[in-house]
C-alpha cells in the first residue's frame, strides 16, 4: 500500500501529490497448489484529468499500467475483510452467479475496499469475478 501511497503523495516524475482515488483494488490471483502463494497486486486509479499522461513513479516497483476493460459479477459487503473472508464473499458471490445461470471465472479474483480506515461503520467492500 505505502508504496502506491508514496506515488501519489509526490513521489513521482512531478513531484505532483495526486487525489485519492476510490476503489483501492486488490487482482489475486491463487496459487496452484495448498502450499503455493498467492499473487496479489494492488491498485489504485489514476484520475480522469491525468490519464492521458501520469507522472512516471520514482519507485520502479510502482507502474502505471492500463487495464483493459472487464465486465464482472459484484458482491458488496461490509466490515474491516481479512483474506478468509473475501474468500468466503468470492465463494457466495460464485453461487450466486452459477445459481443465476451467469458464467464467471474463478480467477483471477479481485476485491474492491472504497473506505479508509479511519472509517468505521457502513464500510463498502466488493468482490468481483470476471463475466465468461
Given at each position: 500500500?505505502?508504496?502506491l ?12 501529490k ?46 502505471i ?68
Open positions: 500500500f505505502f508504496r501511497f508514496n506515488y501519489i503523495d509526490g513521489q513521482n516524475s512531478e513531484n505532483m495526486i487525489a485519492m482515488t476510490a476503489p483501492v483494488r486488490m487482482r489475486i490471483i491463487p496459487g496452484e497448489g495448498p502450499n503455493c502463494e498467492s499473487n496479489y497486486t494492488m491498485s489504485f486509479y489514476i484520475p480522469e484529468s491525468l490519464q492521458s499522461n501520469p507522472p512516471t513513479p520514482n519507485n520502479n516497483q510502482v507502474y499500467e492500463e487495464t483493459p476493460m472487464i465486465r464482472v459479477a459484484t458482491k458488496r459487503f461490509p466490515g474491516f475483510p481479512n483474506d478468509l473472508q473475501y474468500s468466503v464473499q468470492a465463494a457466495e458471490l460464485y453461487e450466486l452467479a452459477v445459481g443465476e445461470g451467469v458464467e464467471v471465472s474463478t480467477a483471477p479474483l479481485y476485491t474492491a475496499g472504497y473506505d479508509g480506515p479511519s472509517i468505521i461503520i457502513n464500510r463498502r467492500n466488493e468482490v468481483w469475478l470476471e463475466l465468461n
